[in-house]
Each structure stands twice: as structure tokens, then as C-alpha cells.
């Protein structure tokens, strides 16, 4: 269950290009009918895999299925101060993510929970199945950080490693098995394998055209997929171990013709449909439950084919802040906490000042003329009471500013039709020593 590295490539080459989408966390109905969801805290990019506990690797963070995803970007940034164009490439069933990133030249990182970010020098990584494959210049590579192996290559033809496991180093047109090569038939290259010995994969017609297939084991004769309607090209990205094999269907390469699909046996090519509002979309990866990923428009999204996923997305604050309040005056700010399934939520501030008061939907404070000038940094934690991944920090901050002027009381005023109207208003700065602006609006006439 892996992806396509030069899509990756491409999308972080031809990121700021691309226009700008709304971040959004939302289920709907495909075009087709599907139950699709589009990722929490997302704004571009591709969901590029997802493993059976439904961890999903997109962008530059890993998602662990529940929650904010996990931005990969600090923990690279710390280990190598240069790093630039970071790409999450695929992560496997440990939760194993691997990438890639430039630094001068192209480097690549593993990293887990539990260990964080570990540098793999200067290649580039493709696959990981508890073994990682990937290449460097004129050789591939296979085995675990510190342990890699070169991976032969005497006809020169430059294999370079697309996919991996089962025991089994997928590439261009062959499988390397750790001691010897074995073809593909039809001229195909493998990309995904899954725990029967079945490679997905595409086959080219040698003229740039390209058609979705398998291969029942690395020996056999591939079997073709077909295509959508009446598209014309196919691409097969990745297989689970029910032999669902997901990928896309369209009438070139080019994104904007891409459709997504699923194939399931005796079922043949599905259209997986867009995301409402979207005209295209490639799937990359399927997990053993049926759950696939991939990108809708230019929004990473998941296909819940079964409809079983259970989505828990994770509170909302509607903006707010900075807070600024004259001495002496009442502070008084509503805060809109949303829960889209309705889970109960804890929040809780921090760094307010003595006196402040949370009822939990409006936050008051009564200043005195002694906070001028004043400020405070203050933060709301909002964590879902069932799940602490699902946590939300907004900070923010109170200024307290001068205080207001006092404006005498001028009253209602009457007078007859035609006259003028005239009175006497005075008022008392905030600040003594200060001066007054004055301005009236237009009287209401009753």
C-alpha cells in the first residue's frame, strides 16, 4: 500500500501555482455516490497513503485518523536548519513515515512516533514495508537505516526501486527478490504488492499510452484492468490484500482528465466520483478495510467505500483576538466552539488576568483604571473529553488601551418642526490631560 513519488514531486514543485482552497473538514456524497471525506487542517496536496490502523501520510504531516495531523515540518526543520520541499511519501503499518526533502541536493527522512526524525542522507526514498527501497545515483537500494543494501543492477539498465514487499523489490519492468531478477510481463512496471504475492501495477504500449493491470505473482502474465467509460489510459497505484486495487482512469495524463477508481474482483473499474464542486481526482492507496486516499480537485480526500470509517474530527474555535478594552471598562468577548459530531469538549484558558470570568460560550473581564497599559498573553485549550488527539490551541492576547471618556448625559430632546436644534454636550477624558474628539450622528427622527 504505497504512492507515486513523482506525483509528490510535482505537487510540492508546483505547489504555490495552484489556486487557493478553503481548509475544510467535510463528509459528503460523491459524484458517484461514494461517502468522501475531505482531511482535517488541509488546504492543498494529496493523501498519499493510509495503513490499516487509517494513519494517512499527505502533505507534509501524517494524520494518525483522529485529530490535527502531525506537521513533520518542525521536527525536520530542527534536525536539518536547510531543509526545503519537504514531501511525505508513503508510510507503512508500524507508522513508519518516509520522505523526502531538498537540501543542496535531494535527501530523504524516516519517521515514527516514538523515535521522531531520522536523516537518510542523500537518495531518495520511494516505498517502505518494514524495509525502505528507494535510489541514489545509478543504484537502488533496499533494508532499514544504517543497513541498506545496493541493489545490483548488470544489464545497467538502471532499475529503480517503485514499490516493496513480501520479500520482493518492485521497479521498472522487474522484481529483485534479494538475489535475482524476474521480468514482468508486458512490458510493466509494479508499484504496490500485497500479501498474496499480487503486484498492481501499469503496463505501457511502448507510445506513451499506459493501462492499469496485475500480475498474479511476479511471474505470471499480467491481467489489464481496462478503463473508465471511454478514457483511454489507466494507472493502478496501489492493492490491499482482498486484491481491491485503486489507481486512476482518463484520457491522458494530465491531472485535469484524471478520474479516481477502485477495481474489485468480478466488479471490474468503479468510478470513485469527485468531492462536490471538483471535476477530477486520482486515488494512491487502500487499506485492508477499503478505505482509499487520494485528492479531489487539489484537496487531499478519502473514499469510505464500505461507509464503516468513522470520522472524529476535531473541535473548532471561530477566530478571535487580539482582545483590546479601555481601563475601567467591561471586556466582554463570545467564543463559538463548535464539535461536528457533537462530542463534549473541555476548554480551558490560560494566562488570564485576576478577575477574568469563562461561562464557557463568553469570556468578561472588569478592568480598572489602574490596568492601562497593561497586556496579557492568554491561550484557549479545547480538548474533546473522549479523545485528547482531538485538541485545538488558540493564542491570543489582551491589551488594556486608556480609558474611555465620560460623556455627561444630554437626554431626549424636543423641538417643533422647522427649528433648530441646539444643546450643550461636555464629557471628561479618560486620561486627564487628554483631549476630546467629538462627532454625532444623524438624530432619528420620530
Known amino acids: 500500500m504505497r504512492t507515486r513519488l513523482a506525483l509528490v514531486s510535482a505537487l510540492t514543485l508546483f505547489l504555490s501555482l495552484l489556486p487557493a482552497v478553503e481548509a475544510s473538514s467535510e463528509v459528503a456524497t460523491s459524484t458517484e455516490g461514494v461517502r468522501v471525506l475531505r482531511l482535517p487542517d488541509s488546504e492543498l496536496g494529496a493523501a498519499v497513503a493510509i495503513n490499516d490502523s487509517g494513519w494517512v501520510a499527505m502533505n507534509t504531516s501524517v494524520w494518525r485518523g483522529i485529530g490535527y495531523p502531525v506537521d513533520l515540518w518542525p521536527e525536520l526543520a530542527a534536525l536539518d536548519p536547510g531543509a526545503g520541499s519537504l514531501s511525505v511519501i508513503d508510510l507503512d503499518s508500524t507508522g513508519e513515515v518516509i520522505g523526502t526533502y531538498r537540501n543542496v541536493s535531494d535527501r530523504s527522512f524516516a519517521w515514527t512516533d516514538a523515535s521522531g526524525m531520522q536523516g537518510l542522507g542523500s537518495r531518495t526514498v520511494t516505498a517502505v514495508d518494514g524495509d525502505i527501497v528507494g535510489y541514489t545515483t545509478g543504484l537502488s537500494f533496499v533494508g532499514r ?62 507510445a506513451g499510452g499506459i493501462e492499469a493491470a496485475y500480475w498474479p505473482s511476479r511471474s505470471a502474465a499480467p491481467v489489464r484492468l481496462g478503463f473508465l467509460g471511454t478514457d483511454t489510459m489507466s494507472h493502478a497505484a496501489a492493492i490491499n490484500d482482498d486484491g481491491w486495487i485503486v489507481g486512476w482512469s ?133 480538548t474533546q473529553d473522549s479523545e485528547p488527539l482531538n485538541t485545538i490551541t488558540v493564542d491570543t492576547s489582551i491589551t488594556v488601551g486608556a480609558p474611555a471618556p465620560t460623556l455627561a448625559s444630554i437626554g431626549n430632546r424636543a423641538i417643533e418642526s422647522g427649528s433648530i436644534l441646539a444643546f450643550t454636550a461636555s464629557g471628561t477624558p479618560g486620561t486627564p490631560g487628554n483631549g476630546l474628539f467629538w462627532s454625532i450622528e444623524a438624530p432619528t427622527v420620530s
Open 145 to 206: 537505516p544504517g543497513a541498506f543494501v545496493s541493489i545490483p543492477d548488470p544489464l545497467g539498465q538502471q532499475f529503480v526501486a517503485t514499490g516493496v514487499g513480501g520479500g520482493l523489490v518492485l521497479g521498472n519492468g522487474r522484481t529483485w527478490d534479494g538475489s535475482a531478477y524476474v521480468d514482468l510481463q508486458g512490458n510493466g512496471v509494479g508499484y504496490d504488492i500485497n500479501a498474496s504475492g499480487v503486484i498492481a501495477g501499469t503496463i505501457g504500449d511502448g
Open 250 to 382: 482518463g484520457t491522458s495524463q494530465a491531472e485535469s482528465d484524471k478520474r479516481a477508481f477502485l477495481w474489485r474482483p468480478g466488479f471490474g473499474v468503479e468510478d470513485l466520483g469527485f468531492f462536490p464542486g471538483d471535476s477530477w481526482a486520482e486515488a494512491f492507496d487502500i487499506n485492508n478495510a477499503g478505505v482509499i486516499v487520494g485528492k479531489s480537485g487539489y484537496a487531499p480526500v478519502m473514499w469510505d467505500f464500505n461507509g464503516t470509517f468513522v470520522m472524529d474530527y476535531p473541535p473548532e474555535v471561530e477566530p478571535f483576538g487580539p482582545l483590546s478594552v479601555p481601563a475601567g471598562s467591561l471586556l466582554s468577548e463570545p467564543i463559538t466552539i463548535n464539535d461536528q459530531e457533537g462530542h463534549p469538549y473541555t476548554a480551558t484558558w490560560t494566562g488570564l488576568p485576576s478577575g477574568a470570568d469563562w461561562d464557557g460560550s463568553n469570556l468578561t473581564w472588569q478592568t480598572a483604571p489602574a490596568d492601562e497599559g497593561s497586556s496579557y498573553a492568554i491561550s484557549l485549550t479545547v
